[in-house]
């Protein structure tokens, strides 16, 4: 299925959102997806604001008016979607490096590592995505077998989590401090010492092919329907050129919105790289996977193990009292229990310095926050804080089988990822992926939060729709769009559903899916587990077309 547009006449135009020529486009004869109007079937465009929803009789008056005019052709348009957490550069190193997710063991590894080594002699080698539980032959490779299986080229394979990697001997060379830091373990690197090989990897990369792939990664999410993304930068991760590269990509007419994160206590410093705050990965811990994320029991699978506190409480709050102070959005990485206590109450004790009315105003932010009790999610909601979280992680790691259950314990290993509580407390909830630990998505994140491992946990698709698209938005303290209507950004994605849309709820005691136009309700695709997801057709971000399905 394709769209059909009538050609614009020849004229000059100005930059969408600049001063020059207005351009108007109309969209007809589909279904939009807004509030203003849940009936409606065309909207009018004028350079990046949405000006106009409403039904077929009343857009035949914008016809001669508009500078051009699409036929939906009965497609869905609605936001597009906002990914909360990103890493773009590391997104496009793993979308051209080894997908070693699923791998089956160690000797597997090895063999894909050579494979590679023929297919590109004497290129660095980057992969992502292996998870050592289950191998039959071990856990990570040591970097003599790296060296043998690579011809000696630099390799770095970071676990699905992206806070252990394994490297090679050429790599260890390349920079000779990675086997002194703290966290290195005979090729295996957490830490310190994964900060420096990780840098040490990036520098093997070419600085033109690493544009190339920041900017297929960028696109690529536009093919997704994601219309912006939080790049999630800090100084353990990149340096401060790929991120003010990265911000600069972002602001290029025809690719998705960027919105920078710092992840720094210097607030004068992330003030001058552009970023929305200091904040994102700030770590206050690390991940379940690794058992780095900090917990107040140990892990079931490693008694004597509780994780790692990167700051305390007295350093946090220092640092939410500095960014409230300067304006900006504070915030932190925190996983287990005990690392999402010190964050929120870092933050409260803030608003005891600052006022209450600064803090909420700031909006600062939390990534993750996996483990987290009744008590603090009403903290969130007091004080106003974001939660930025990512539905795809329960997805593969959640439910009575999975992962956080072998780490944790089935009492604490199915409580993770409370997104109904921290709804039900209203919390702003903000989805993301963290890519490259899961893959860019839409829908299929939508779906992953509207059937939560935990059922109990699982939120209505309306609800994850919002916090997939105007969520993002809100977290960046942008509150004029993610909604089609008039005033509103225009950022949307146009999808292929070729079938009657629906309203579902997350409660199976009460009827699940419901067709009635007579509810008012803006209806979406059907998200539940066997369904076919939509096809994006076409992406606009700010009134600019970022993508279109050949």
Not at 475 to 483: H, K, L, Q, S, T
Request: hydrophobic share 45%; glycine share 10%; proline share 6%.
């Amino acid at each position: 299925m394709g769209l059909a547009s009538r050609d614009p006449p020849t004229r000059s135009r100005g930059e969408a959102g600049r001063i020059g020529e207005v351009t108007t486009t109309l969209y007809r004869n589909g279904r939009i997806h807004s509030p203003a109007d849940p009936f409606a079937t065309a909207m009018l465009v004028v350079d990046d604001t949405v000006a106009w929803v409403g039904a077929e009789g009343a857009a035949r008056t914008h016809v001669d008016a508009a500078d051009e005019v699409v036929d939906l052709e009965d497609a869905l348009v609605a936001p597009a979607f906002v990914d909360a957490h990103v890493h773009l550069t590391e997104t496009g190193l793993a979308r051209d490096g080894l997908d070693l997710t699923g791998i089956a063991g160690r000797t597997a590894l090895l063999d894909l590592v050579a494979q590679r080594a023929k297919e590109r002699p004497g290129e660095a080698i980057l992969g992502f995505g292996w998870e050592e539980d289950g191998w039959p032959d071990g856990g990570a490779p040591t970097p003599g077998e790296l060296d043998r299986a690579s011809s000696d080229t630099p390799v770095y394979l970071a676990r699905r989590d992206v806070h252990t990697a394994a490297v090679s001997g050429t790599l260890l060379a390349a920079d000779r401090s990675i086997a002194r830091a703290d966290g290195y373990d005979d090729g295996l690197v957490r830490r310190d010492a994964h900060h420096r090989a990780r840098q040490a990897a990036r520098s093997a990369v070419p600085a033109g092919r690493m544009a190339e792939l920041r900017e297929q990664a960028l696109r690529h999410a536009a093919s997704l329907g994601i219309g912006a993304v939080h790049e999630i930068g800090a100084p353990h991760i990149s340096d401060p050129a790929d991120f003010t590269a990265v911000l600069a990509l972002g602001a290029t007419p025809g690719l998705p919105d960027v919105i920078g994160y710092w992840g720094a206590t210097a607030v004068g410093e992330a003030q001058a790289l552009g970023a929305a705050g200091a904040a994102g990965d700030l770590n206050l811990d690390g991940s379940i996977g690794s058992r780095s994320a900090r917990l107040s029991a140990p892990y079931a699978d490693a008694p004597g193990e509780r994780g790692r506190a990167y700051l305390d409480l007295p350093a946090a709050t220092e640092h939410v009292v500095a960014c409230t102070r300067a304006g900006i959005q504070a915030g932190f990485h925190c996983i287990g229990d005990e690392a999402v206590r010190t964050a929120v109450e870092a933050i409260a004790a803030a608003a005891e310095v600052c006022g209450l009315a600064a803090v909420v105003g700031s909006r600062h932010r939390l990534e993750h926050v996996e483990m987290i009790d009744d008590l603090l999610i009403a903290e969130l909601a007091r004080l106003g804080v974001a939660a930025s979280v990512q539905p795809a992680f329960d997805a593969l790691w959640g439910g009575p089988d999975g992962l956080y259950v072998e780490r944790l314990g089935p009492d604490r290993g199915v409580a993770l990822n409370p997104f109904a509580a921290m709804a039900r407390a209203g919390v702003l909830l903000a989805f993301g992926s963290d890519s490259p630990v899961t893959p860019l998505a839409g829908w299929e994140t939508v779906r992953a939060a509207s059937q939560h491992r935990t059922p109990s946990q699982r939120i209505s698709a309306r609800a994850a729709f919002s916090a997939a698209t105007r969520g993002g938005w809100r977290a960046a303290r942008v509150e004029d769009a993610g909604v089609l209507a008039p005033g509103m950004l225009a950022s949307f994605a146009v999808w292929e559903v070729p079938y009657e849309l629906v309203v579902q709820a997350p409660d199976e005691r009460v009827a699940a899916w419901s067709t009635d136009p007579r509810a008012g309700v803006p209806g979406l695709p059907d998200l539940s587990p066997d369904a076919p997801l939509p096809r994006c057709l076409r992406t606009v971000v700010r009134g600019r077309t970022a993508y279109t399905w050949a």
